[in-house]
Nanobody
Framework: QVQLVESGGGLVQAGGSLRLSCAAS????????LAWFRQAPGKEREGISC????????WYADSVKGRFTIFRDNAKNTVYLQMNSLKPEDTAVYYC????????????WGQGTQVTVSS
């Protein structure tokens, strides 16, 4: 059974930090690219960061570049999002995502974790 379980969300003041974790099971974690998305109230879900499966190359949305860091620990089947210098506009539900492209594309989502940044 495939599972992606996020944790680490919560309430933090502006300027603070949080580290989100996403623990995966039920698939070959090393082979999948991993990403973090977020969805604020009344807005569409947006991708904010991803990390490749093979060379650990990363990408960040402009809105989080320089403040957020994505990294993965394949030994623990876990992907992380370190979030620093948080702003009220970072308030959202954060989701992790795993995807593999190939003959058959497979994609999995976590259930989300709430991050609230107070001003």
């Amino acid at each position: 059974q495939v599972q992606l379980v996020e944790s680490g969300g919560g309430l933090v003041q502006a300027g603070g930090s949080l580290r989100l974790s996403c623990a995966a099971s039920g698939f070959t974690f090393d082979d999948y690219a991993l990403a973090w998305f977020r969805q604020a109230p009344g807005k569409e879900r947006e991708g904010i960061s991803c990390i490749a499966a093979n060379d650990d190359s990363t990408w960040y949305a402009d809105s989080v570049k320089g403040r957020f860091t994505i990294f993965r620990d394949n030994a623990k089947n876990t992907v992380y999002l370190q979030m620093n210098s948080l702003k009220p506009e970072d308030t959202a539900v954060y989701y992790c995502n795993a995807v593999i492209q190939g003959v058959t594309r497979r994609e999995y989502w976590g259930q989300g974790t709430q991050v609230t940044v107070s001003s």
